[in-house]
């Protein structure tokens, strides 16, 4: 049997360093825990980056995997299979929306979306995102990207692609026009800082698209599913997206993503125009129906939102408590961001020693995202361990 010392030489040795790993070995995950070879249990807040809403080992989506797994673990789009449909109807149901397109992951799902942009408006019309907004990192989701450090040395990227800064509303009056195919918009970013998109931002967007008719589309990667107390984020707020992207929580810890569209944008496909070879996977499609029944069925997005808004409050006041190291706290459900004065990685470092995983984004910004089966017992551990991390 490896040790740890030679697990992470072999990771240095065999794999591509294109992720600067957590010195961590995980034996295996139990419900909100994550258990390391050398016996330390860990309270998991990054939850597989917003992947693992139901924690780890839930019964009814390994049910899932198992019973779906015995019949055929792939089948190809040519034909229809029951998982894929029915998941298919649930998003549909749960959007308000009308078709979905199956993908592996959030970035094809983008690059799903592209496709479908350029086919509907033509290739010189251009494409509204924002300021620190992630989409992916293929070279058509990386082009909608608004962080300069992961396009620098990717250039040339996609044309008629700008950026607007966040949160502005001016910038929107002055940018959109009749020219304008589509809006990328995230109502949370979460690579860029847990930031909450404004009531007056998303007015002013609706008021431009009923004159200019651009397509809007949410990339609800992240913050979909239940994490911020709705289906999706954008349901906060007054306004209803032509698509939507979609993954991460959606596969139960498999890969899947989708592209969601109304009725509207539901026929611009045609036969061969997309496609996607393990898009739309069974086994991914068995385990998601698992998570959303869950999750919604269930009504485990109700205490999301309870025990969120009860996290946010704390947070506030621990913040109003240590106004000189805290700028601000911020976020839906669970999905929460702590700004910190300075680089948040010393504290992430300083959770982990207190056995509780979390993540440092934009460079200040402590990120805590919850698995959605999480109570007020492991949100008191971490706010009673935050509290002594500051006194430190």
Request: charged share 25%; with cysteine; glycine share 8%.
């Amino acid at each position: 049997m490896e040790t740890d010392r030679d697990i992470f030489k072999l990771e240095r040795e065999f794999l591509l360093q294109t992720y600067k790993r957590i010195p961590i070995n995980i034996s295996h995950g139990d419900g909100v825990y994550l258990f390391s070879t050398d016996g330390k249990k860990y309270l998991d807040f990054f939850s597989g980056l917003a992947v693992n809403a139901l924690g780890y080992g839930n019964k009814k989506v390994i049910d899932a995997i198992e019973k779906q797994a015995k019949k055929f673990i792939h089948l190809s789009n040519y034909y229809v299979n029951e998982p894929h449909v029915k998941l298919a109807e649930k998003l549909i149901q749960l959007s308000g929306l009308n078709k979905v397109f199956f993908t592996n992951s959030g970035t094809e799902a983008a690059e799903a979306s592209l496709k479908l942009v350029r086919k509907a408006t033509g290739p010189d019309t251009k494409i509204i995102t924002f300021s620190n907004a992630f989409h992916g990192r293929t070279y058509g989701s990386m082009s909608l990207g608004g962080k300069e450090k992961y396009k620098i040395h990717f250039s040339p990227l996609l044309p008629h692609i700008s950026q607007l800064e966040f949160n502005n509303a001016d910038k929107l009056e002055k940018n959109i026009d009749s020219n304008t195919a589509a809006v990328y918009l995230e109502f949370i970013q979460g690579e860029g800082g847990v930031r909450v998109v404004s009531n007056e931002f998303v007015t002013k967007l609706k008021t431009l698209k009923s004159e200019c008719d651009f397509i809007l589309i949410a990339d609800e990667v992240q913050s979909g599913i239940g994490r911020t107390g709705k289906p999706f984020a954008y349901q906060h707020f007054d306004i209803v997206p032509d698509l939507v992207l979609v993954a991460k929580a959606i596969g139960g810890g498999l890969p899947l993503g989708a592209l969601i569209t109304n009725d509207k944008y539901s026929s611009i496909f045609g036969f061969g125009d997309h496609g996607s070879t393990f898009g739309g996977n069974p086994v991914s499609c068995a385990a998601g129906l698992a998570v959303i029944d869950e999750i919604f069925t269930n009504r485990l997005w109700e205490q999301v939102a309870h025990i969120g808004n009860y996290f946010i409050d704390k947070l506030k006041s621990i913040q109003k408590q240590n106004s000189d190291k805290i700028i601000d706290v911020r976020g839906l459900g669970f999905i929460v961001g702590i700004e910190l004065n300075q680089n948040c990685s010393n504290i992430v470092e300083e959770f982990r020693r207190n056995e509780i995983l979390v993540n440092c984004t934009n460079d200040n910004v402590i990120r805590v995202l919850p698995p959605l089966i999480s109570t007020k017992v492991e949100i008191d551990q971490f706010l009673k361990i935050f509290e002594s991390i500051l006194r430190k």
